[in-house]
């Protein structure tokens, strides 16, 4: 029913003419220009089935390029620069970051022409393979310049994240339920009994346990993996959950991506397969890379992709010690750095969250650029080292058929209901403050 409304609601806003006016309000009220950042991880064809909202398919991603081709002026993050200083000073990291450096004005005004725009860059978290084989023949296809954060622990290995881990465990075991028992962060005994006894049910346990494993510390999260392992390896395969998505568009059989060899979305794909379109492993059952190679990752770096650090292994640096913390951000510049030969100068925060004290770490280590998971988008004078971003996924551009949506996803990039959302947001603490003050 929400699906419905929300597709309703973008149908009227789009084709009524209340977007244009949005966008129109919101670039005048910007100082200079905006920056709309958007943030995907995986484009491959699990991506109606995908329970975190982290993919795209191939087709929706290809409608999605071409609108913002169509109605932005695209830019690579390598092209948000910070300005010069004012008087001819040296341009710094800590000045405030503008789209309208690369026109070389001295002056922190920008230039009046570049007044009112509004760009947009596309970026991408984690350095999934698919990166390489399904989004960058569609970027070169609309000549989209891209950014993708790689965590350099992961790259080119069988390792996976624990949440593909975890989405793997669950998929693949026929087990009804799963007991699970577990410390919370303030150290407090927790005990519950997740159902899996049907596809429904097991999307509802795996958005339960990762919020849990995003929660707790990082030694508790790779406790809560084994415990789960040891319950359900070895009850695979007998269950299949979910079906193919209707209407991914494959590759004819025995053709290739730009790797040469099938991509994954293929590999795992079999009509009723309960791993279909999650490419965590392969017809056989066995793990498979799911992250990109260092060879991959230069070849997106020739292609005009901006490689950027996404740390080392993905820890969220609120959850490790600062030692550990500073760790990841300047071991995974020096080694991508090295691998691909040049400075990198863009990072971003895996899981998003950010302190003060981050902001200095990556701005000593030199990186000139962070990203955040915080949603919303830059204007004018912005913070180079907290840039917001706006998650796409594929269930925020379909309509309620699963078909692409043009005026959903135009509603999204414009962040239409991020707006109302944060001010019912202010509406409800507002009524709160107020009976609270009665
Ligand atoms: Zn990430």
Redesign the pocket.
């Known amino acids: 029913m929400k699906r419905y409304v929300r597709w309703i609601l973008a149908v009227i806003v789009y084709y009524g003419g209340a977007l244009a006016f949005f966008r129109w309000w919101k670039t005048r009220r910007a100082e200079g220009s905006r920056l709309i950042v958007l943030r995907y991880h995986k484009v491959n064809s699990g991506a109606l089935t995908d329970p975190f909202h982290l993919s795209v398919s191939p087709r929706v991603f290809e409608k999605q390029m071409e609108y913002v081709k169509r109605n932005y002026s695209v830019i690579a993050c390598a092209e948000i620069a910070p300005p010069p200083l004012c008087g001819g000073g040296v341009a710094s990291s800590a000045a405030k970051g503008s789209l309208l450096a690369m026109t070389g004005d001295c002056h922190c005004e920008p230039p009046k022409e570049a007044k009112q725009s509004t760009t947009l860059a596309v970026t991408f978290?984690?350095g999934y393979l698919d990166n390489y084989t399904e989004a960058l023949p569609i970027l070169k296809k609309f000549k989209i310049p891209a950014a993708v954060f790689v965590s350099t622990g992961l790259i080119g290995k069988e390792k996976v994240f624990w949440w593909d881990e975890l989405e793997r465990l669950v998929h693949q075991s026929n087990k009804p339920h799963v007991e699970l028992s577990w410390k919370e962060p303030d150290g407090l005994p927790q005990r519950a009994i997740f159902d899996m006894a049907s596809p429904v049910a097991k999307v509802a346990a795996l958005v339960e346990l990762e919020a849990v494993c995003n929660r707790v510390t990082d030694a508790e999260q790779k406790n809560i993996l084994t415990i789960l392992k040891n319950q359900l390896n070895g009850e695979t395969r007998r269950h299949p959950i979910v079906s193919n998505v209707a209407g991914a568009p494959r590759r004819p059989r025995g053709t290739a991506g730009p790797s040469g060899r099938p991509p994954l979305s293929q590999a795992a794909s079999r009509p009723g397969d309960c791993r279909a379109g999650c490419p965590a492993y392969d017809n056989n059952g066995e793990d498979v890379r799911m992250t990109l190679s260092w060879e991959e990752a230069k070849e997106l770096s020739d292609s005009g992709v901006t490689i950027g650090s996404?740390g080392a292994n993905?820890v969220l640096l609120t959850k490790v010690s600062r030692e550990k913390a500073l760790e990841e951000i300047v071991e995974s510049k020096r080694i991508i750095d090295k691998r691909l030969g040049g400075a990198v100068k863009h990072f971003a925060f895996?899981g998003g969250q950010i302190e003060d004290w981050m902001i200095e770490a990556v701005r000593s280590a030199g990186y000139e650029f962070a990203f955040s998971t915080v949603p919303g988008e830059n204007s004018g004078n912005f913070d180079p080292l907290r840039i917001c971003r706006r998650a796409i996924h594929e269930k925020i551009s379909v309509n309620p058929r699963g078909k692409f949506s043009k005026a959903m996803f135009a509603c999204a990039v414009e962040g239409v209901f991020e707006t109302v959302a944060s001010n019912k947001k202010q509406v409800t603490s507002r009524k709160r403050r107020a009976k609270d003050s009665v």
């Open positions: 978290d984690d996404h993905h895996p």
